[in-house]
């Protein structure tokens, strides 16, 4: 039987097989990132919080940080028998949850957002669906038996945002 976990700020989850559920609640300017290898049913989220680990002290959670986060989750599913080749990604968050006028500087979520899809390119993992930006917060969730990714927007209905275990008959991945 599958568990369900909730992602905190900072935190990694990795599950592998069907009927696992991982969910962050309250992404506001935060980014959730869901990575799922179709073949072996290992599903990762990361809630990261900021985009740059440099000014951090050292012994952070490194899902807190962007540029940390995603090496981290890839070691992560590898050791449960994920392949990197595999991995595909969904974001969602970096919401701006307050104005500060002209400045985009101040705006955690954008930067937040635009850091994580360059960890993802680095990393050569292709992100598959986005939901990002906008001043609402949102919920996600990650079902493993299929890659199913969920989204809720703070007052708004639950819709489907991806489902990343279609994509390994359509991208010519030998199963």
Known sequence: MGVNLTVGMGEIQVVRGA????????????????????LTRVAGMVHVVLPKSQASKTGE??????????????????????????????????????????SSSLDVGARNAEAVIIALREAGIPLQAKDVGGSAGRTLRLISDNGLIVVRTIGGAERELAVLGNILASSGVAA
């Open 19 to 38: 009927g696992n559920v991982l969910t962050a609640l309250g992404l506001g300017s935060c980014v959730g990132v869901c990575l799922y290898d179709p």
């Open 61 to 102: 959670l490194p899902g807190k940080f962007a540029d940390t986060a995603i090496p981290a989750i890839v070691q992560r599913m590898v050791e449960q028998g994920a392949n990197v080749s595999r991995l595909k990604a969904a974001i969602a968050g970096g919401a701006q949850l307050f104005q500060f006028g002209v």
